[in-house]
């Protein structure tokens, strides 16, 4: 497919404090098979040197990316670093991506091939490899393709990796984008999608999911403290009752 007639993906690197990983998630988005990509990146108030490492790949990300843009500010929380980003956004599909994750060189070819050929569907995912802090391969996490709705997300009867994640722009705009006052915000996010229409998840591998102590799900009492946030929300919902 040429760059003039495929549709513009942006992909959104939000950064923290992640001086070791960055570049190496950078570069798997320079990888891609698909040519016609946005890359966006916002370093939230980084302490470490985050800055200096996307810094040296400018030049790379200027020649290879149909537009590309960088920005460092203090920090602000995921969420709203998110919402800065969609800002910026002129692509068809959106794929948010954690700084220390790494996309296999398909990921946006066959998710943009997907959703290109299945108008219902909002937002698809794809299987991950778990890896560790040094990049070593753990184990894998292989998803059945199978489509989700708002009760199998609300009731936690999905499997849908993050990192593999990608969304149709109007939609992630319809929802309002994400709401700052939510700590899941990934939850939060599915549930609002599933109410515009189908999330699909499928069984190809997409990414390299990073496992290390500072994952927000190493945290037990934020999570669940998140948790009852996110349910406090849908308490209309007849499914939180039963």
Same mark, same amino acid.
């Given at each position: 497919?040429?760059?003039?007639?495929?549709?513009? &993906?942006?992909?959104?690197?939000?950064?923290?404090?992640?001086?070791? +990983? *960055?570049?190496?998630?950078? @570069?798997? *988005?320079?990888?891609? /098979?698909?040519?016609?990509?946005?890359?966006?990146?916002?370093?939230?108030?980084?302490?470490?040197?985050? &800055?200096? =490492?996307?810094?040296?790949?400018?030049?790379?990300?200027?020649?290879?990316?149909?537009?590309?843009?960088?920005?460092?500010?203090?920090?602000?929380?995921? /969420?709203? !670093?998110?919402?800065?980003?969609?800002?910026?956004? %002129? $692509?068809?599909?959106?794929?948010?991506?954690?700084?220390?994750?790494?996309?296999?060189?398909? @990921? /946006?070819? *066959?998710? *943009?091939?997907?959703?290109?050929?299945?108008?219902?569907?909002?937002?698809?995912? $794809?299987?991950?490899?778990?890896?560790?802090?040094? $990049?070593? +391969?753990?184990?894998?996490?292989?998803? @059945?393709?199978?489509?989700?709705?708002?009760?199998?997300? +609300?009731?936690? =009867?999905?499997?849908?990796?993050?990192?593999?994640?990608?969304?149709?722009?109007?939609?992630?705009?319809?929802? #309002?984008?994400?709401?700052?006052?939510?700590?899941?915000?990934?939850?939060?996010?599915?549930? =609002?999608?599933?109410?515009? #229409?189908?999330?699909?998840?499928?069984?190809?591998?997409?990414?390299?999911?990073?496992?290390?102590? !500072?994952?927000?799900?190493?945290?037990? %009492?934020?999570?669940?403290?998140?948790?009852?946030? &996110?349910?406090?929300?849908?308490?209309?919902?007849?499914?939180?009752?039963?």
């Amino acid at each position: 497919m040429n760059v003039e007639d495929s549709p513009l &993906v942006s992909v959104v690197i939000a950064c923290y404090n992640h001086e070791n +990983f *960055v570049q190496d998630c950078i @570069k798997s *988005v320079v990888a891609q /098979t698909y040519d016609n990509i946005e890359l966006i990146i916002i370093d939230d108030g980084s302490k470490d040197s985050s &800055v200096e =490492k996307i810094s040296e790949l400018t030049n790379v990300c200027q020649n290879r990316f149909s537009r590309f843009e960088f920005r460092h500010r203090s920090n602000k929380g995921l /969420t709203a !670093t998110l919402n800065e980003a969609l800002e910026w956004c %002129q $692509g068809e599909y959106y794929c948010p991506f954690a700084s220390d994750d790494i996309m296999l060189e398909n @990921k /946006t070819e *066959v998710q *943009v091939n997907y959703l290109m050929h299945n108008l219902d569907v909002v937002a698809v995912f $794809g299987s991950v490899y778990l890896i560790n802090n040094d $990049g070593i +391969f753990l184990k894998e996490w292989p998803l @059945k393709s199978k489509k989700y709705n708002f009760n199998d997300i +609300f009731l936690h =009867k999905h499997s849908l990796p993050a990192p593999s994640q990608m969304i149709r722009m109007n939609t992630i705009r319809k929802i #309002g984008g994400y709401n700052k006052d939510i700590v899941i915000e990934d939850w939060y996010t599915y549930l =609002k999608l599933s109410k515009m #229409g189908e999330i699909v998840s499928k069984s190809n591998f997409v990414c390299e999911y990073r496992i290390h102590d !500072t994952n927000f799900s190493k945290n037990l %009492q934020k999570l669940h403290e998140g948790r009852k946030q &996110v349910l406090s929300i849908f308490s209309h919902e007849q499914k939180y009752n039963e």
